[in-house]
């Protein structure tokens, strides 16, 4: 069964203090890794898309990287802005699907001033 | 910059009752998807439809659920039978193509 699974389930920072958020899979045949932030009440919002090892995407603070069975999030300098809970999700192989996201449980990421 | 959008944003239903959740999808997107998260729980699929049909749905869209796109806008996820474990937030999500989908700010389901 294609699982993913995400740690550590919840993160304190000081403002400033650079950490990582690892996403492990186990999916045959990877076709893509996504990175969402959801603030609470709210929709997954889309951060990053990863398709082969070795990859690395940025933006503003954020660093997503892959390897062939796991991925992380790097955080630099974070900000009490950046408080929320980050889903990392991988999308069923190919074979008949439409691409539909399997998604880990999250981890909840807290910034404190 | 373009988003989807979902009504309502809370729905309150009595155990039994029907309820249609509604969605707009961005403007030229092509592939559209329903999730639902259960509170403190992982984001689940239900359901992906493409070109007016429904090209996947997992096991819990069991025969309760259906969805349509009525129209060139709007895309809609019916329960017919509510049950208690029905109440969850349900996710609306669209994408151009099989890759990274938009989700919208989700429908919060209340059955009593």
């Known amino acids: 069964e294609d699982q993913v699974t995400q740690s550590p389930e919840a993160l304190r920072l000081q403002e400033g203090e650079s950490s990582s958020l690892n996403c492990s899979y186990t999916?045959?045949?990877?076709?893509?890794l996504f990175w969402y932030r959801q603030d609470p009440g709210k929709g997954p919002e889309f951060l990053f898309t990863l398709y082969s090892a070795g990859e690395e995407k940025e933006k503003e603070r954020l660093k997503a990287t892959l390897t062939k069975k796991e991925s992380f999030l790097h955080i630099t300098a974070p900000k009490p802005e950046d408080s929320a809970t980050y889903l990392c999700?991988?999308?069923?192989?190919?074979?008949?699907?439409?691409?539909?996201?399997?998604f880990g449980k999250g981890t909840k990421l807290s910034v404190k001033p | 910059e373009p988003e989807v959008t979902q009504t309502p944003s809370h729905q309150v239903t009595q155990m039994g009752q029907e309820v249609i959740l509604r969605c707009v999808p961005i403007s030229n997107h092509l592939y559209f998807y329903w999730y639902r998260q259960i509170l403190g729980q992982k984001v689940e699929f239900l359901v992906s439809f493409y070109n007016n049909e429904i090209s996947e749905k997992s096991e819990i869209f069991d025969d309760q659920f259906s969805v349509e796109r009525p129209d060139g806008s709007n895309f809609t996820l019916k329960i017919r039978s509510t049950k208690l474990e029905d109440s969850a937030m349900y996710f609306c999500a669209s994408s151009p193509w099989q890759g990274e989908q938009y989700f919208g700010p989700g429908t919060r389901l209340t059955v009593t």
């Open positions: 999700a991988v999308q069923a192989p190919y074979g008949g699907s439409q691409g539909n996201l399997i």
């Open positions: 999916v045959s045949g990877l076709r893509g």
